[in-house]
């Protein structure tokens, strides 16, 4: 499974960036698509998720209401949403092929993408 993020930048709070990831390779649709962050100096931690087959989200509780995933099955493409921005918001953030068990667990990952989030 081979992952490709695009759409990073820079933003003034309250504003809206939008994340793509494409997905290729013969297991690229077996898999659930997620997109993870980490900034400087703390772990990588969940974002948001989305079933590859029924289309069912998750979204982390610090992202709720203001992040949207979503996915194209025939492009094999996910989109990660992203308004209201805030600082804090500001991180790498990585696109990865997940599967579900106690948590959300990325099996295969893409290169990140820059999010900053400006005050």
């Known amino acids: 499974v081979q992952l490709q993020a695009s759409g990073g930048g820079t933003v003034q709070a309250g504003g809206s960036l939008r994340l793509s990831c494409a997905a290729s390779?013969?297991?690229?649709?077996?898999?659930?698509k997620g997109w993870f962050r980490q900034a400087p100096g703390k772990e990588r931690e969940f974002v948001a998720a989305?079933?590859?087959?029924?289309?069912?989200?998750a979204y982390a509780d610090s992202v709720k209401g203001r992040f949207t995933i979503s996915r194209d099955n025939a492009l094999d493409t996910v989109v990660l949403q992203m308004n209201s921005l805030k600082p804090e918001d500001s991180a790498v953030y990585y696109c990865?092929?997940?599967?579900?068990?106690?948590?959300?667990?990325?099996?295969?990952w893409g290169p990140g993408t820059q999010v900053t989030v400006s005050s």
């Open positions: 989305i079933s590859w087959t029924t289309g069912t989200t």
């Open positions: 990865a092929a997940v599967r579900n068990g106690d948590k959300w667990i990325g099996d295969y």
């Open positions: 390779g013969r297991s690229a649709r077996f898999y659930h």
